[in-house]
């Protein structure tokens, strides 16, 4: 049978691989899903991961996806290897959204597209300011962060629902809940004519490098680590835990709310309640898909933005719910989390050895082993003891 052994040494080979496979166990999955919706499950893995790449303008439908959730992941990312759990960054890509549009919506007709920059620094001040509250009652209050950041989420949401259902409102929307269209002068710059792909993929690409040298290269970022894998070791080098808890949380809200900043400014173009879209959550498995590296968050981003074009695709072409989208990145990170198992286990083929039981059942009870230092009167007296009395049997 197979069973699972505790490896010498964590192997670095799986922590590779375990993404891959995890990839792999999802689209099997993905095949039993659809045969079980009594679709063809080759036109549906064909939605999923070769739609979104077989043209110009879906490959750039798929970079404007993965920008969000590569900013927001490699903030998270800071967070995850300090050991400071924000699990709330959706509610600092809203409030990053909200600053940002705030901003947006000064601008006249005088404006010049210097207010671009004031928009995006809005929005991660935004985000840094919603992560700030988490970050002080965890620091005060010993609050734990998980529980805070996550309920900041539905306090974020409701701000939102409050501003766009009151105050800023447009008063010419036929009492739709949105704020006015943002003046152009406030738009994200495109980097191409004919596709919504603007200058936030180059903020995120160049993030991912300075992330790199942050985490990788910079004493800072050594200290964060350090208290993450260590506390007790971090501790005793005088490193600070509450400058790691208030630097790791800022960092991944400002990253958060810039995100939103730029999907508010940009393909959005103004303030309305769809502006959360998930990619908070769905940012929590890219970074941990793409093992908590800057370079690794690139690729799982990619992957998450091809599940959630593939999930729209599927609700126009196959008539499946948009939810499906959801399902997806659910069984990518329980797969993960299943795979990550190897890390530390490998699996071996053990032949199951017969139990004691077995054999006194089969030929009856087991011949207890003589001493070696009997007498052979007292090697005598017990083979009788033990020995069935076949004669008297045979009688009966």
């Excluded at 970079?63 to 400071?84: D, E, H, Q, W, Y």
């Excluded at 970050?135 to 939102?160: G, Q, T």
């Excluded at 910079?218 to 080098?237: D, E, K, N, S, T």
Aim: hydrophobic share 55%; proline share 6%; charged share 10%.
């Amino acid at each position: 049978m197979l069973k699972l052994e505790v490896r010498p040494a964590p192997s670095r080979v799986m922590s590779v691989a375990s993404p891959l496979l995890a990839l792999v166990v999802t689209v099997v999955i993905g095949v039993v899903l659809f045969m079980l919706l009594g679709k063809d499950p080759m036109r549906g893995l064909y939605v999923f991961f070769v739609e979104p790449l077989k043209s110009w303008y879906a490959l750039s439908e798929l970079a404007m996806k993965a920008t969000p959730l590569l900013l927001i992941a490699l903030g998270l990312a800071v967070c995850f290897r300090s050991n400071v759990w924000n699990i709330g960054a959706e509610g600092q890509f809203i409030i990053g959204a909200i600053t940002a549009s705030g901003v947006a919506m000064m601008a006249d007709a005088h404006t010049g597209r210097w207010i671009v920059a004031a928009i995006l620094v809005a929005g991660a001040l935004g985000g840094m300011l919603w992560a700030g509250i988490v970050a002080l009652l965890r620091d005060k209050a010993n609050a734990s962060e998980i529980l805070v950041s996550l309920m900041l989420v539905y306090v974020a949401d409701m701000v939102l629902s409050y501003l766009v259902y009151g105050p800023w409102k447009d008063p010419a929307g036929y009492n739709f809940p949105q704020t006015i269209t943002f003046l152009d002068s406030t738009k994200i710059p495109r980097l191409f004519s004919g596709s919504r792909v603007n200058i936030g993929l180059l903020i995120a690409l160049l993030s991912v490098g300075a992330f790199w040298l942050f985490m990788s290269r910079i004493y800072a970022g050594f200290q964060l680590q350090v208290g993450g894998l260590a506390p007790a070791a971090a501790r005793y080098a005088g490193f600070s835990s509450r400058k790691a808890l208030w630097t790791a949380m800022l960092v991944s809200g400002g990253m958060a709310g810039l995100a939103g900043g730029l999907e508010a400014a940009g393909p959005l173009g103004q303030l309305t309640p769809h502006v959360p879209a998930g990619y908070g959550f769905a940012a929590i498995i890219v970074a941990f898909v793409g093992r908590l590296h800057p370079v690794g968050t690139v690729f799982s981003a990619v992957l998450m933005s091809m599940f959630y074009i593939g999930g729209e695709l599927a609700q126009s072409r196959l008539g499946l719910p948009k939810s499906l989208t959801g399902v997806f990145q659910g069984l990518l990170l329980f797969s993960l989390l299943a795979c990550d198992t190897l890390i530390h286990y490998r699996l071996r083929w053990r032949v199951a050895q017969p139990h004691p039981g077995a054999a006194a059942a089969a030929g009856g009870a087991p011949r207890p082993a003589l001493p070696p230092t009997s007498t052979d009167a007292e090697r005598a007296a017990l083979a009788t003891a033990i020995t069935p009395n076949t004669t008297a049997e045979g009688n009966a």
